[in-house]
């Protein structure tokens, strides 16, 4: 089972800011927290992954809380083209991917 | 680089036949990944792979077999199709060395058993 806990569904309207929450309660400490979306009839893709400091790249920016037990991903602009469903991990590398049910995001024009 | 690519794309079977649907990357990566995707679903892990000669059962792997002689390859094979694996099928690879990070999902075979 997937050890990450997200809400099922969220809805933003375009061209505003995202917050995507994710509770890893039972993360270690070597595990790494990854974020990835699944756009509509497409395989998954990796959004962005950090391991304790918040991190950017031209997708999204990652928020990890200090304890390491939340994080949020932050679209800053959604657009259309960010609907999808998406998907948090704690992951250490040395097992599966294993993906919960996610957070499906809704953009409204 | 191709990245990972699937054949066949779509594929209708009747109940009973068997088939594999084939999965190769070109960035050789270590480990290598099936899932499948029911309609509305999420995905679920068949088998995966960390090397050639490796491989390991995930979450539903009952009706599945998988083989890697290859860095490259990692096919998978339906032994006797039945209704219930009808299904879209992911194939995913990664590197395992250094900080594994990033996971490269194919376009998926959509297959349906009639």
């Known amino acids: 089972d997937a050890k990450t806990t997200q809400p099922n569904s969220m809805e933003s309207n375009e061209e505003e800011p995202v917050h995507l929450p994710c509770n890893h309660s039972t993360i270690s400490g070597t595990d790494y927290i990854h974020w990835y979306r699944q756009l509509p009839s497409q395989g998954p893709e990796y959004v962005i992954h950090g391991l304790t400091s918040n991190v950017n790249n031209r997708m999204a920016s990652l928020a990890i809380a200090e304890d390491r037990k939340s994080s949020t991903l932050i679209l800053h602009r959604a657009t259309l083209r960010d609907a999808a469903v998406y998907y948090c991990?704690?992951?250490?590398?040395?097992?599966?991917?294993?993906f919960g049910k996610g957070t499906r995001l809704s953009v409204i024009a | 680089n191709a990245g990972v690519t699937q054949t066949p794309k779509f594929q209708v079977l009747k109940t009973g036949q068997s088939m594999t649907l084939q999965c190769a990357q070109d960035?050789?990566?270590?480990?290598m990944s099936w899932y499948r995707q029911d309609p509305g679903m999420g995905l679920r892990l068949i088998h995966y792979s960390v090397g050639a000669g490796i491989t390991d059962q995930g979450e539903v792997p009952n009706g599945y077999n998988v083989s890697r002689s290859t860095t490259e390859d990692f096919p998978l094979r339906l032994l006797s199709a039945a209704p219930s694996q009808t299904s879209v099928y992911f194939c995913?690879?990664?590197?395992?060395?250094?900080?594994?990070?990033?996971?490269?999902f194919g376009p998926g075979t959509r297959l349906t058993v009639t």
């Open positions: 991990f704690d992951f250490s590398g040395n097992t599966p991917l294993v």
């Open positions: 960035m050789n990566h270590e480990y």
């Open positions: 995913a690879s990664r590197n395992q060395r250094g900080n594994p990070y990033e996971q490269y």
